[in-house]
């Protein structure tokens, strides 16, 4: 199982101007590929690395590596939607790899730029201290523009969790106007839970309004639509996570305890 953590770096002033260019410089590069890709139409970046392999690297001067992450990351974005040129922000996401990124101590990391090897200390908490033991695999630099800071989110390797075997099972039939009933006889948008039973006359607002702007179809009310898009998903995403944690808290029926008491099945 991959986990990601997240450590703030601590460069040198002298040295925070060097991976600040090296960023942008990667950034760069990746939209010099994307017109290539958008061009000829391709995305996988075994067919696209001889197009712009030569080229990008006298243009841009990164390295062999670098400039293999940069297509990569290129050919991921295309892959996403065909139909648009990928555009990449001048301090998006860098991404290294175990050739140009090390770790020659607990709390440093070695970073390959365009002026060479940098060694950057950074900083971490007692729960990133434990996990930074575990494997670490490719790792992105992130640029805070409003903070000017860079952060490392590295890639680790966490064990993977032994599944506890089930000893009690409870059914749950979920509806539209009860949202979730439990074979133990619980409701859990009415008697216990979290009280959600306007979700309905929320979503037919959500409806109501979309259908309006719909039929608007005006560059206001095309604006509106995509600045709400996601308001509704959010809310449903809340409901669910609201009722999935009820569940889990629920104490088993005074039957289900006898029977379990008796040894006898309680699945329904």
Known sequence: MKQTLLVKL????EEHATPLHTLEAFNATCNAIAEVAYEHRLANKLQLQPLVYHNIRERFGLSSQMTIRAIAKVSEAYK???????????????????R?????????????TLDGR???PFRFGAYAKGMLQRTRGQCDVLYRTRTDTFFLAITVDAPEPTPDEASDYLGVDLGVITLAATSDGEFLNHSTGPKHAHINQVRARYSRIRGKLQKK???SAKQLLRKRSGKE??????INHCLSKALVCLKPSSARQKALRAGLPSKI
């Open 217 to 219: 179809g005006t560059k």
């Open 100 to 112: 140009i990124c090390s770790f020659p101590t607990p709390d440093r990391v070695s970073l390959l």
């Open 80 to 98: 996403r939607d065909k139909r648009v040129k990928p555009l990449f922000r001048a301090h998006g996401a860098m991404i290294y790899d175990q």
């Open 10 to 13: 601590a460069p040198e002033p």
């Open 118 to 120: 940098v060694i950057v």
């Open 233 to 238: 998903k959010r809310f449903s995403r809340d």
